[in-house]
């Protein structure tokens, strides 16, 4: 059997900091998933520094952010390693990114950058962390197999903006609608361009060609823990006060995330699917 590298990076910026998710709980977790195969060794950072030194030999990337991103000259590794075959699995806050403050100077906006138009999606913002149902748009595809018709979530329901939507095929979506968010919440920004046209669906989770390689992403994660506990309020459907609870593992914990991230991880180490 041909045993092929795994390159996980899972981490937060500053550099060591948790930045309001458990990096621990999801490293393990990732880590878990990987370990249970028996064709993959993995290596570990908590950004992507160096990434042309792990990337060449790399069958997979799995990257589980809040806040790093790849600079110019790392995308353009990354670019060069997706379109040479590689696979990146991006989860989470792996659509966001450098966040710059806002002409009051109380707000700030994500920044698109490159690694953007390289991972087909860029985050905006999303209304406080909520329960939710998922559907899944394309059951025939390999990344859903196993995957029921819908299921629930706790999760931030994330407002991706799709970068080339006719080249994107669409895996999960959910009817979150407009933003909720209170005044003063999240990220501010000109226009929802991550709403789709019925004003209502909004894309979780889709997979894309880049050359010989692809990316998958999943916008699905959250997790905290009191350690890395995020204090930001949440919907009446999580707490009816609010508050925002000292641990929350959010999909980690049900079992359409898990074979979801089992179905991604075959896709990108054993080449399943285009």
Not at 198 to 222: E, F, I, M, P, S
Request: glycine residues 10%.
């Amino acid at each position: 059997m041909e045993t092929r590298r795994t390159h996980l990076i899972v981490g937060g910026f500053p550099k060591g900091t948790h930045a309001g998710h458990d990096m621990e709980y999801a490293r393990l977790r990732l880590l878990t998933l990987l370990w249970e195969r028996a064709d993959t060794v993995a290596t570990v950072t908590g950004d992507y520094s160096d990434l042309d030194r792990w990337l060449p030999d790399a069958r997979l990337l799995i990257t589980y952010v809040a806040g790093p991103y790849p600079d110019g000259a790392q995308n353009a590794a990354l670019r060069d390693w997706l379109e040479a075959g590689g696979r990146w699995l991006a989860l989470h806050g792996s659509a966001g990114g450098r966040a710059a403050r806002s002409e009051d100077r109380k707000t700030r906006r994500m920044v698109k950058t490159a690694h953007h138009a390289t991972l087909g999606g860029f985050f905006i913002n999303h209304p406080p962390t909520r329960r939710f149902r998922v559907d899944v748009a394309d059951p025939e595809d390999p990344l859903t197999r196993g995957l029921p018709a819908s299921f629930e979530v706790v999760d931030e329901p994330y407002m991706v903006e799709l970068q080339d939507p006719a080249a994107t095929q669409v895996l999960l979506t959910a009817a979150i609608g407009p933003d909720t968010s209170p005044p003063g919440f999240g990220f501010t920004y000109d226009e929802d361009t991550a709403l789709l046209p019925d004003g209502k669906t909004r894309v979780l989770a889709y997979r894309r060609t880049v050359g010989q390689g692809g990316v998958t992403y999943v916008a699905l994660g959250h997790c905290h823990s009191p350690l890395s506990r995020n204090r930001t309020p949440v919907d009446a459907s999580v707490d009816p006060a609010g508050a925002s609870p000292a641990v929350l593992r959010g999909p980690w914990e049900t079992t359409a995330y898990q074979q979801l991230l089992r179905n991604a991880i075959t896709w990108g180490v054993g080449g399943d699917g285009p």
